[in-house]
């Protein structure tokens, strides 16, 4: 009888304990600090794909759990393990494991800033514009010949790029491509509101041939505060059917932005860009056009100057003129101001 209710007695101890342990360590398992512990919050990112060995590899390859055991037990248990999904997400110092399983499984994603200015050529966009984004540049193309083949408001490859009113966006880290660019056109069309529309039509615009004024009038302004009066010189060029002449826009068909100096052998290059051969517009922007240029050339200066030279001070500024007379006079100013300057420098270079 004393051996029954000496082994009674050991039972209940050892069932004891080892509910005691299993109530400790589930405790510890919940409760315990064990993400970041006595480091600083970080962002963890979850890229498209991810496994959840994938996601405990990197948790633990960048020191964010303590004690791996415990949180992967509790992850299969709210079945994250079968739920990865991607993002940026912000883990706090001491979270516990369900704090921090709480982020992770509800999605709370963290929103990441998206800039893109100094783009000449939309091939360029893809690789600044998803530098932050889970979506790849060959992701975001893809988008966008998508985008290009369903469009129905004039859209092309040329002219694609006046899509992208450069600003700073927040997104989503792993917004899809689609999304992205849905957001970029959202953007486009609270820009282009019914006012800045009629604005356009009564200067005899469309807002994408705005876009493409804008870019020659951005790679000619210097300074911006001259931006309405370039606006409206070529304006007067458009209406009068001369040819705008713009030097960037040979830079631009040439494919070279290392040229300093527009000659005249650039002039007789073969291409829809080259506005001294064709009159008009070119068939899209040369480079994407800043809000503050869109909004220069939609409230350009009215005046009759239809020719404008560099000023003879290099300060970037322009002389404009209405006749031919008076432009050449301003030329022959400047180009003697720089052969006064070239034979300075060479004289430097022989001391």
């Not at 600090?33 to 963890?44: C, E, G, M, Q, Y």
């Not at 949180?71 to 110092?93: E, T, V």
Request: aromatic share 10%.
């Amino acid at each position: 009888m004393a051996d029954i209710s000496r082994t009674k007695l050991a039972f209940f101890l050892i069932s004891s304990t080892l509910l005691i342990t299993f109530v400790f360590y589930a405790y510890q398992i919940v409760y315990t600090p064990n993400i970041l512990v006595d480091r600083d919050d970080r962002t963890f990112i979850i890229r498209s794909g991810y496994t959840f060995r994938k996601v405990q590899e990197e948790l633990g390859k960048g020191g964010f759990v303590n004690d791996m055991v415990s949180f992967s037990f509790l992850a299969r248990l709210k079945d994250y393990d079968r739920h990865i999904m991607p993002g940026r997400y912000q883990l706090r110092r001491n979270m516990t494991n369900l704090e921090a399983l709480a982020v992770l499984n509800s999605g709370q994603r963290q929103a990441v800033k998206v800039t893109f200015t100094n783009v000449r050529l939309i091939d360029e966009l893809g690789e600044k514009i998803t530098k932050n984004l889970g979506v790849t540049p060959t992701e975001f193309d893809r988008a966008l010949d998508k985008f290009l083949e369903t469009n129905t408001e004039g859209f092309t490859k040329e002219n694609v790029i006046s899509l992208f009113l450069p600003n700073t966006y927040e997104v989503y880290y792993n917004v899809l491509p689609e999304e992205l660019i849905d957001r970029m056109h959202e953007e486009y069309n609270r820009f282009w509101d019914e006012e800045r529309q009629s604005q356009a039509k009564a200067i005899g615009l469309t807002p994408l041939e705005i876009s493409t004024l804008a870019s020659i009038v951005q790679a000619e302004s210097v300074k911006q505060e001259e931006a309405p009066i370039i606006a409206g010189l070529y304006i007067n060029r458009l209406k009068k059917g001369i040819p705008l002449q713009a030097d960037p826009t040979l830079v631009f068909a040439a494919k070279d932005f290392t040229i300093k100096r527009v000659l005249n052998e650039h002039k007789e290059i073969d291409s829809p860009y080259n506005t001294y051969k064709n009159a008009g517009l070119p068939p899209g922007p040369i480079n994407m056009p800043q809000i503050a240029t869109l909004e220069a050339v939609l409230n350009y200066q009215q005046h009759d100057y239809i020719y404008m030279c560099a000023r003879e001070d290099f300060s970037g500024f322009h002389n404009f003129a209405t006749t031919l007379t008076e432009h050449n006079r301003n030329a022959r100013r400047y180009q003697q101001a720089l052969t006064i300057e070239i034979q300075k420098g060479r004289a430097a270079a022989r001391k």
